[in-house]
C-alpha cells in the first residue's frame, strides 16, 4: 500500500488539510461558501486565483474567498509541505448584486442536491435565456459553469458520506455517479486521492 501524504481532519464546519512533501496539482475549482486559508510550511506553491498568478515560499500564507476559481500546483516539480483550512461561511453578500436570484436558487439547489439531473436546456427555458446565456451567467457567479460545479459538489458530498462510514459504492450510487470508474475518476482530480485513500486519510475531531 502507497503513503499517503494527505490527511484530512474534520472538525464541524471546519476542515484541516495537511501537505507532506506533496507535489499534487489541483485543477481550477472552487470552495462553496467556505474562506480557505493556507500556510506554506515548506518549499514554493503556485496558485493561480482568478486569473492570477503568484507563487508562495515557506512561511507564507494565503487566503481565497468563496467562489472563487483557483488552482494550485507545485513549482518546477518539487515538493511541499502545506496546511490549508477550509471555515464555512454564510452565503457571501453580493454587493454588486450581478447574481440573479434564480442563480442562487440553482446554486444551493446543486449544493443540496448534486445527484439529480440538471438539464441546462431546460433550466435555460424556464427563465426565457439561452443556454449559453444560462451557463455564462452561472459561471460568472460561481466561478464554474453548473456542469463543474456539479460534479466538484457530487465529489464534496461523496468525501461526507464517506466520512460518514459508507462504502465507496454507496458513496458513488448516493452522488449519482453513472459507474464506478466515472466516480473513481471524478474523485481522484478533485481529492488527488482515491475514495478508499481518502476514508484510509481522514480523521474526524470531536
Known amino acids: 500500500m502507497k503513503s499517503i501524504n494527505i490527511m484530512y481532519y474534520k472538525h464541524h464546519n471546519i476542515d484541516w488539510v495537511y501537505y507532506i512533501n506533496a507535489t499534487e496539482s489541483y485543477p481550477t475549482h472552487t470552495h462553496a461558501n467556505h474562506i480557505t486559508i493556507g500556510c506554506i510550511m515548506d518549499g514554493v506553491v503556485r496558485i493561480v486565483c482568478d486569473g492570477q498568478e503568484c507563487l508562495y515560499h515557506a512561511g507564507e500564507c494565503f487566503c481565497i474567498m468563496p467562489d472563487i476559481p483557483h488552482a494550485v500546483e507545485p513549482v518546477n516539480g518539487t515538493t511541499y509541505s502545506m496546511i490549508s483550512v477550509c471555515i464555512a461561511v454564510n452565503e457571501m453578500p453580493d454587493e454588486s448584486e450581478k447574481e440573479i436570484t434564480y442563480l442562487k436558487r440553482l446554486k ?55 466520512e460518514e462510514g459508507k462504502s465507496v459504492t454507496e458513496a458513488a450510487y448516493a452522488t449519482g455517479f453513472c459507474d464506478q470508474s466515472h466516480f473513481d475518476r471524478c474523485f481522484r482530480k478533485i481529492v488527488r486521492l482515491t475514495p478508499n485513500e481518502y476514508k484510509q486519510s481522514v480523521t474526524l475531531l470531536t
Open 108 to 162: 444551493k439547489l446543486i449544493i443540496d442536491t448534486p445527484e439529480n439531473v440538471f438539464l441546462i436546456e431546460d433550466m435555460a427555458q424556464s427563465i426565457a435565456v439561452s443556454p449559453y446565456h444560462m451557463i455564462r451567467k452561472f459561471k460568472l457567479s460561481c466561478g464554474l459553469t453548473p456542469h463543474q460545479f456539479q460534479i466538484q459538489c457530487r465529489v464534496r458530498k461523496a468525501q461526507k458520506l464517506l
